[in-house]
T-cell receptor, first 116, second 115 residues
Framework: AQKVTQAQTEISVVEKEDVTLDCVYETRDTTYYLFWYKQPPSGELVFLIRRNSFDEQNEISGRYSWNFQKSTSSFNFTITASQVVDSAVYFCALSGSQGGSEKLVFGKGMKLTVNP | GAGVSQSPSNKVTEKGKDVELRCDPISGHTALYWYRQSLGQGLEFLIYFQGNSAPDKSGLPSDRFSAERTGGSVSTLTIQRTQQEDSAVYLC?????????????FGPGTRLTVL
């Protein structure tokens, strides 16, 4: 079975601090995709990044960076110099080929609060 | 470049009534998904449509839940004889689909409250 674990449920930081959101996954698929989504207080899930299982290259996009390590089944997300607008719930998700469906399996989410 | 749209945004109903929730996917997206988000259960997959293939209904919690997708575009999720535990935000997503090619983009959701 596929599973995504976000051990942290809630983090509170002060603006400009760096924060890392942890994600650990389980899957038997050899081909799979990992995702991060952001859910701000408005409620809509916003796509941030997708990474396939064959690409372990880390990625940086502005203040966001992602560290994918297959050896530890982790796909961690770091926000550098956090801002109040980063306050949201962040979800890590996994999509594989089990059963032929591309359904996403989500972690429980991590609520980030950035205080001014 | 419209995104996924859902209607209504909010629905309040009485226990035992039927409800229909609508989803309009992004134009050109062949795959459509329904998820449910509730406090106790987090984000759960409900059903997946891909083109003309038989839908994956493995996430539907009971036979009171059904969904259809007409003409490969708009989808309707129907909940019959609603129960209080059906109260949740119902999210629709669409993607280019097939062979793990598509990133799923989500609509704003329908908040369902069953009294």
């Amino acid at each position: 079975a596929q599973k995504v674990t976000q051990a942290q449920t809630e983090i509170s930081v002060v603006e400009k601090e760096d924060v890392t959101l942890d994600c650990v996954y389980e899957t038997r698929d050899t081909t799979y995709y990992l995702f991060w989504y952001k859910q701000p207080p408005s409620g809509e899930l916003v796509f941030l990044i997708r990474r396939n299982s064959f690409d372990e290259q880390n990625e940086i996009s502005g203040r966001y960076s992602w560290n994918f390590q297959k050896s530890t089944s982790s796909f961690n997300f770091t926000i550098t110099a956090s801002q109040v607008v980063d306050s949201a719930v962040y979800f890590c998700a996994l999509s594989g080929s089990q059963g032929g469906s591309e359904k996403l399996v989500f972690g429980k989410g991590m609520k980030l609060t950035v205080n001014p | 470049g419209a995104g996924v749209s859902q209607s209504p945004s909010n629905k309040v109903t009485e226990k035992g009534k039927d409800v229909e929730l609508r989803c309009d996917p992004i134009s050109g997206h062949t795959a459509l998904y329904w998820y449910r988000q509730s406090l106790g259960q987090g984000l759960e997959f409900l059903i997946y449509f891909q083109g003309n293939s038989a839908p994956d209904k493995s996430g539907l919690p009971s036979d009171r839940f059904s969904a259809e997708r007409t003409g490969g575009s708009v989808s309707t999720l129907t909940i019959q004889r609603t129960q209080q535990e059906d109260s949740a935000v119902y999210l629709c997503a669409s993607s280019l689909g097939g062979n793990l090619r598509g990133t799923q983009y989500f609509g704003p959701g329908t908040r369902l409250t069953v009294l």
